[in-house]
């Protein structure tokens, strides 16, 4: 999937996760990629545009790792 397939999320979904950026609320997020599904817990960052495609930033609940991840390949996000 490259960013010129980018498929625009709900409108719903995106403001939930604004919110979870906003009131630093940490998500359960089911995602998946070239490689198949993913589940990670995050304390999501921020929610930006660039290159014509929606991102989540993020920085994994453990504190380890940050990453950034395109909206339209989360599946689920539901808070912990």
């Known amino acids: 999937m490259s ?3 980018y498929v625009p999320i709900a409108c719903a979904f995106h403001e ?4 979870a950026v906003l009131r630093r609320s940490p998500l359960h997020l ?6 198949g599904e993913h589940q990670v817990r995050v304390m999501p960052t921020d ?8 991102w989540l930033s993020y920085r994994h ?9 395109r ?3 989360i ?3 539901e808070p912990l």
């Open 3 to 5: 960013d010129e397939d």
């Open 16 to 19: 939930a996760l604004e919110f």
């Open 30 to 35: 089911t995602y998946r990629d070239a490689v």
């Open 47 to 54: 929610v930006a545009t660039r290159g014509g495609a929606e």
């Open 61 to 69: 609940v453990s504190g380890e790792a940050e990453g950034i991840l």
């Open 71 to 73: 909206l339209d390949r």
């Open 75 to 77: 599946i689920r996000a």
